[in-house]
């Protein structure tokens, strides 16, 4: 399933017809609903398209009952992640529920994938992804400043930290292994000049998540309208699930705003 990410109304791959089909997977439009138990939630078939644009057809099939293949059921809240404990620990500017909806983006992918940090600071951020991502991920962590910076960095497992300006990342020698990432997380300087020469190393990047921080803030109008007038015309967003039961307790420098992440899908 690409999008939203809270399970409702929306796409999967499914056996076209049942589990002993040899057919192809194909995309189906599907109404969830939980099963209680098990691996995935259940889900009515309501209509089906065979192309990759995603319309519905005009003609809507009859319902049958599918499980969502290959997903695990959505993440409960009622314990605290090693990842965000950890990140909690970390001077940085990322709310506790924020790190909660960056989680839900990456607990989308059940196999290794490549990951994009775009600003590392203290290690915050780097902490979170670096749990989060699937045994056998890679996360490439982009900074002007050394790693040494970094707090805690020894127990970073599957990160890569390369020193380098973003803005010059088309010609880094591993410019094309991150080209690969399948989740970025955009976190730079927050200026339209800075953003702007970014932009096409981003745009290089096909078929990921992309998350971008401070949107909306106050002090960063640069960004905001960046992303607005820039990125809303290239991309579509991502809604991101925010608990508000969720508690900036124990958090170290606490961001002053709680849900400043906008999502897109390349």
Known sequence: MDD????PDGWVS???????????????????QRTGHGEGLKAGVCRVSRDSSRDLIDKPRRPISIHVLKRPR????????EGVSRAKSVNGA???REMHAMRDVLFRFTRPITALELGRG?????????????????????????????EKRDILKRTVFIMNDSRNLITHPRAD?????????WDTT??????AAEWPFIKSIRNAFLLIHDYNHPDY???????????RKEYREIPLRYDPDISESGNRSVHPMNESIVCFKT
């Open 177 to 185: 292994d991150m080209r690969k990432a399948s989740f970025v997380f």
């Open 122 to 150: 203290y290690g915050k951020s780097t902490h979170l992804i670096d749990d989060a991502l699937p045994d056998g991920s890679l996360l490439f962590s982009v900074d002007r400043e050394t790693h040494r910076y970094v």
């Open 221 to 231: 109008n640069g960004l905001t309208d960046f992303v607005d007038q820039v990125i």
């Open 190 to 195: 927050h200026e339209w000049d800075h953003m």
């Open 4 to 7: 939203p990410i809270n399970y």
């Open 14 to 32: 499914v056996a076209s017809s049942s589990n002993v089909s040899k057919k192809p997977l194909e995309r189906f439009f599907v109404r969830f």
């Open 94 to 96: 990322l709310a506790v």
């Open 74 to 81: 959505p993440r409960s809240y009622s314990s605290e992640p």
